[in-house]
């Protein structure tokens, strides 16, 4: 989970489900992060410079118990100025990481990276 997100509580509940089955998933919503779904429903592709994105990425996700050293090994990888994002691309197309969107487009949740976006989030506390 990334430190700066502001988020309905009502998102942990939902993100139990996916976690009492020990299924991957990332959050999405309106964020900064876009991502794309194979045929099948799983995440694809996951970064700031995916074109045509289905949405965004909001920082709250779940490895499987099945995937986390293949994600920590993918994150080792990675540069410095990448975000984890990169990891989870690389679990993907390297290692098969099965990543479900939950849609919480629902449910306030705000990546808190510019002024802007506090206000926004301040709306919801």
Known sequence: MNGDVVFDP???GRAAAYIER????VTVSDEEVKYTVTAEGF???LS???KGGLGEAVGINYISSGF???FMRQLQRVEDQDYFERGLELAIAED???LEPMDV???YAVE???AEDLERANLFV
């Open 68 to 70: 986390k050293k293949a």
């Open 48 to 50: 700031k410079s995916v």
């Open 43 to 45: 995440i694809k592709e």
């Open 22 to 25: 020990d299924q991957s998933f």
């Open 105 to 107: 487009s629902d449910l």
């Open 112 to 114: 808190v990276d510019f």
């Open 96 to 98: 098969g990481l099965l």
């Open 10 to 12: 009502m998102i942990l």
